[in-house]
């Protein structure tokens, strides 16, 4: 909360930031991290890479795309857009 209210926000906006900014972060964590760190049941942990494999993208048309943008995309990079997003989400809110 110190840190939105430093920035200028208004008690009532830091708190929306605050609270935002908590469900990114924690839920970033526990989908992506935890799906690049938990393979799915039956795949070999040490050759998951976090990227579906075709067969799940063949079971989940909609993840053909996603699949090969992930490829690229480390989750590192993923968290840092997310970040950027909020923090312009905050500076649109001064």
Do not use: C, K, N
């Amino acid at each position: 909360m110190g840190f939105f209210l430093d920035l200028g926000l208004s008690p009532q906006d830091a708190y929306r930031a605050w609270s935002i900014t908590l469900l990114q972060v924690a839920g970033f964590a526990e989908l992506w991290d935890a799906w690049h760190g938990r393979p799915p049941p039956g795949l070999d942990p040490g050759a998951w890479s976090g990227v579906p494999t075709e067969a799940h993208v063949a079971a989940l048309q909609h993840l053909r795309r996603q699949a090969v943008e992930s490829a690229h995309e480390s989750p590192d990079a993923l968290f840092e857009s997310a970040l950027t997003m909020l923090v312009a989400g905050a500076g649109a809110m001064r």
